[in-house]
């Protein structure tokens, strides 16, 4: 099992930065693809970024040209560098493996991202 934490959010003006971490303990990080996930309040959590094992990366419509995603296999992270925030990005953000089957039990506490002027 994959045991996974985030830090690096906080609260942020619309149009500043921010960059997020995640630590990722288990014996399959670098086989598979990892993702930032986002859950705004009364909405179900989405997947705004994708890094595959190799380091093609891709990303939802709503972040594209504004996030970038990372992560280096040797120690087992995934950043997430939020530039130009909007509002709408305020949510509690996850990463995780990118996967079939993951349940309540498989997500950290996330980081909680607020935009706001």
């Known amino acids: 099992q994959v045991h996974l934490v985030e830090s690096g959010g906080g609260l942020v003006q619309p149009g500043g930065s921010l960059r997020l971490f995640c630590a990722a303990s288990?014996?399959?990080?670098?086989?598979?693809?990892m993702g930032w996930y986002r859950q705004a309040p009364g909405k179900q959590r989405v997947l705004v970024a994708i890094?595959?094992?190799?380091?093609?990366?891709n990303y939802a419509d709503s972040v594209k040209g504004r996030f970038t995603i990372s992560r280096d296999n040797t120690k087992n992270t995934v950043d997430l560098q939020m530039n130009n925030l909007k509002p709408e990005d305020t949510a509690v953000y996850y990463c995780?493996?990118?996967?079939?089957?993951?349940?309540?039990?498989?997500w950290g506490q996330g980081t909680q991202v607020t935009v706001s002027s």
């Open positions: 890094i595959t094992s190799g380091g093609s990366t």
């Open positions: 995780n493996r990118v996967v079939a089957g993951l349940g309540v039990a498989d």
């Open positions: 288990g014996n399959d990080f670098s086989m598979n693809p």
